[in-house]
């Protein structure tokens, strides 16, 4: 009896499974030389990933049973990676936060699942390893779309040709919302200029945000001093607003920051950018500074907002 359609996706799905078990084992044989569990490496990310989490959020997010989440975060605790506070709304529950000692065992098992990933794409063309990871991107939003939900956002490194599209988007959204000349264009081209110019892998870094394969937003994060990060150059495509595109872009950033040894953050806004006033505020920063000065042919009043690491 010949084989019809579903019966052939069922298996080519069951083939894929295995074959990606497979090489999911082989990336993850680090975890054994951390001493963590894959369970305790994710309860480990995403406490880095997102601040004051309550642990009942945590065992949401990654489907853990409460009782062994229980185990998970009492170990953490005795090793010292980990601190606790009773919420204030449930004392039963508590917010956990990465201490000193528990970013820098993230920080560890990052940079060497970092290289693990690293190594095999390595062994990819450039062309290979773009549509490797767009096909990834690809199965994350198929597998996780839900009629209400917005399409999946991929963040993902500079590549070749996107300083030319961050100057040119740049350049067009703020002249057709805040009508900027082209002195604007001028000083992104600038910035971006001098980024590939001086560019330093360990301490700085672009990232471009995606949906469905398509730019629609980017940030820099770019060497201040050797303690200090400046977070440069956020913008987010009309047609993507609404996804929480900015936040991503601007977690992401702190945790580059973060990651790259840097105690704290600066970047310089204008007060006409709400949105953006709006996602930095949210993400800890403060305003610390104004200054009224006319540039791009507006009269505008300059920012400096910062955050401790």
Not at 75 to 90: I, Y
Not at 125 to 142: H, W
Not at 224 to 238: G, N
Request: proline fraction near 1%.
């Amino acid at each position: 009896m010949a084989i019809n359609g579903t019966d052939e996706q069922i298996a080519a799905v069951r083939a894929f499974n295995r074959f990606y078990t497979r090489k999911l084992g082989v990336l993850d044989q680090h975890l054994g030389k951390t001493g963590l569990s894959l369970s305790e490496a994710r309860v480990l990310y995403e406490l880095a990933h997102h601040d004051d989490l309550a642990a009942k959020d945590i065992g949401i997010e990654l489907g853990l049973d409460p009782g062994y989440l229980s185990r998970i975060v009492q170990n953490f605790d005795e090793q010292g990676l980990v601190t606790r506070k009773p919420l204030a709304a449930d004392r039963r529950q508590y917010q956990l936060s990465l201490t000193a000692k528990g970013r820098q065992a993230y920080a560890k098992l990052n940079l060497s699942s970092q290289n693990e990933v690293a190594a095999m794409l390595a062994q990819l063309s450039a062309s290979d390893a773009a549509r490797l990871t767009q096909a990834m991107a690809t199965i994350e939003a198929v597998l996780e779309q839900r009629r209400s939900q917005p399409a999946a956002v991929m963040l993902r490194s500079h590549r070749v040709g996107d300083m030319g599209w961050v100057i040119s988007r740049q350049a067009a959204a703020y002249a057709a919302d805040y009508n900027w000349d082209i002195s604007y264009e001028a000083l992104v081209a600038e910035i971006c200029a001098q980024f590939i110019k001086n560019y330093d892998g360990a301490r700085e870094h672009c990232w471009i945000a995606e949906v469905g394969g398509e730019p629609v937003g980017s940030i820099f994060l770019v060497k201040a001093t050797d303690e200090v990060a400046k977070l440069r150059l956020l913008q987010v495509e009309k047609k993507a607003r609404g996804l929480g595109v900015g936040r991503a872009l601007v977690d992401q950033c702190i945790r580059g920051a973060r990651e790259r040894g840097y105690s704290k953050m600066t970047l310089w806004t204008q007060s006409i950018l709400v949105a953006a006033r709006g996602i930095y505020q949210s993400a800890g920063f403060q305003l610390v500074k104004e200054e009224k000065h006319h540039s791009f042919g507006a009269d505008l009043i300059g920012e400096t907002w910062e955050r401790d690491l």
